[in-house]
C-alpha cells in the first residue's frame, strides 16, 4: 500500500505545480480537481476520514467553479457560503482531532480564492492551501499538497 499512497502523492504534486502554472482560471481549477481527487484517495488510506471528506466537497466545489469560470461567470455569494459552511459541518460531524482544523482552515483559504475572479488571488490562495497541507502532511506522514 505505501508504494501506491507515494505514487498518488507524486502525482498530485505534480499536478498541483501544474494548476499554479496555468494563466485561465478554467484550467487551474481543472487541475485542482484532479488534485482534490487524488487527495481524497490518499487521505482515505491514511486513514483522516474528516480530511478525506472535505476534500470530497472540494472536489464539488472546483469542479462547480470550473464551470462558472468556462461560461466566463463568477459564482454567486451564495454558492461560496453554502461550501464554506459545508467544510465547517462536515470536519464538526466527522471530528477526528485537532489536526482537523489546519485541513479546514487551509479550505476556507482556497474557497475563497476559487470564488475570485482573478487568477493571482487564485494562485496565492492555493499557495497558502498547500503551505498549510505541507505541515499537515507532515504531521501524518504523507508528503502530497
Do not use: H
Amino acid at each position: 500500500m505505501e508504494t501506491v499512497q507515494i505514487i498518488f502523492q507524486v502525482l498530485s504534486v505534480v499536478v498541483s505545480v501544474i494548476a499554479i502554472l496555468q494563466k485561465q482560471k478554467w484550467k487551474m481549477m481543472l487541475f485542482y480537481t484532479i488534485n482534490n481527487v487524488l487527495s481524497v484517495i490518499i487521505y482515505f488510506s491514511f486513514n483522516r476520514i474528516t480530511t478525506a471528506i472535505i476534500c470530497v466537497v472540494a472536489t464539488i466545489r472546483t469542479f462547480i467553479f470550473m464551470f462558472y469560470s468556462l461560461k466566463g461567470l463568477k459564482p454567486n455569494l451564495i454558492w461560496l457560503i453554502l461550501f464554506e459552511v459545508g467544510f465547517v459541518v462536515t470536519t464538526i460531524l466527522t471530528w477526528q482531532d485537532a489536526l482537523d482544523l489546519l485541513p479546514l482552515a487551509a479550505l476556507l483559504a482556497a474557497g475563497y480564492g476559487s470564488w475570485q475572479d482573478n487568477p493571482a488571488i487564485l494562485r496565492t490562495s492555493y499557495i497558502i492551501n498547500n503551505a498549510a497541507y505541507v505541515v499537515y502532511n507532515a504531521i501524518i506522514g504523507a508528503y502530497i499538497c
